[in-house]
């Protein structure tokens, strides 16, 4: 008998989209025979999602939910918006992003969390779907945000049904503040957040390299003006300033109150509510940012419907 290696189970889950238990079986069924293992699953009908699995899933939903000091945002894709509006798919994105907050956002342990009513895992599940529905998907981030007192607030840009959107953000608020007050502030910030799109909290939240690099770009514009560098070192530390404007969400316009900067929003509230209040972290999810999305060419796909 062939011994069953973890890695032989992952090629095979890899090249088939089927379970870990299922991907087990096959190989022993087969005496670890790689490619009589993929017939085994596919004539039990568990390898349907393979033939998939090339196809680009760049629509789909975000969700983002909240429990008080806690918030959790998962994006999961699918090759059309058609399939995006299926309640059987929403409920799927909408109870992985519940389980999302009890790994913190873990993938491989949100991927091996037990899927409500179903008997499966979540990569089980998701792979159950692909098979029934008949489209590609894929479970493509997770985060969650917690503080230790105030909340964590949630906006849904786009909603197409409670928690699920186009885009979805996360603002954390630390304080002692009255609930209400918080509550009001963190969906003012997260609808900021979704239009705005900061990069970063704060000044200190910029990443080093980042900033490097935008250093070195301002260095070589002031370069082109025949300046000496004492002078373009000034110049750049001066066009930073509008950097960090551009970029750290407590230094942006606030998009109700362009007058305002962010940080003096949170100001006011706190003077509001009498207690301090600390934007400690946000995140924004934007549906497919990042993903190659396929090139529709509906003429091309009419005459290859006629056969032309």
């Known amino acids: 008998m062939a011994q069953i290696t973890a890695a032989l189970v992952k090629e095979l889950r890899e090249k088939t989209g089927a379970g870990m238990m ?45 429990g008080g000091t806690v918030g959790a945002v998962v994006e999961v894709n699918s090759e059309t918006d058609f399939v995006a509006r299926n ?14 907050m009890n790994v913190d956002g873990d993938m491989e342990a949100l991927a091996a969390q037990a899927f409500p009513g179903s008997g499966r895992t979540v990569a089980e599940e998701l792979t159950h779907m692909i098979s029934t529905i008949g489209e590609n998907m894929g479970l493509r981030r997770a985060k969650v945000l917690k503080v230790e007192h105030g909340l964590v607030a949630s906006y849904i840009h786009n909603q197409a ?42 000044r200190n939240d910029v990443a080093a390299s980042d900033l490097d690099r935008e250093r070195e770009v301002l260095k070589e514009q002031a370069r082109e003006s025949g300046k000496p560098e004492e002078i373009i070192d000034k ?19 606030f998009v109700m109150d362009p007058e305002s900067k962010v940080q003096k929003v949170v100001d006011a509230a706190a ?17 497919g940012e990042g993903l190659e999305k396929k090139e529709e060419d509906f003429a091309a796909e009419v005459a290859a419907a006629a056969g032309r």
């Open 235 to 253: 110049m750049v530390e001066g066009r930073l300033r509008k950097y960090y404007e551009d970029v750290c969400l407590l230094e942006q316009a």
């Open 87 to 100: 309640e059987t798919f929403q409920g799927f994105v909408s109870n992985v992003t519940d389980l999302a």
């Open 22 to 66: 299922d991907c087990k079986k096959a190989l022993n069924e087969t005496d670890g025979e790689l490619e009589a293992a993929v017939d085994w699953l596919r004539t039990k009908g568990l390898a349907a999602a393979a033939k998939k699995a090339g196809r680009i899933a760049a629509e789909g939903l975000v969700c983002g939910k909240t």
């Open 271 to 287: 003077k509001d509510a009498g207690k301090p209040i600390t934007v400690t972290g946000f995140v924004r999810y934007a549906l």
């Open 161 to 202: 049904a409670p928690s699920l959107g186009k885009i979805a953000v996360l603002v954390a608020l630390e304080s002692e503040a009255d609930g209400a007050a918080l509550e009001a502030l963190g969906k003012q910030l997260a609808m900021h957040v979704a239009a705005a799109n900061p990069q970063a909290v704060s």
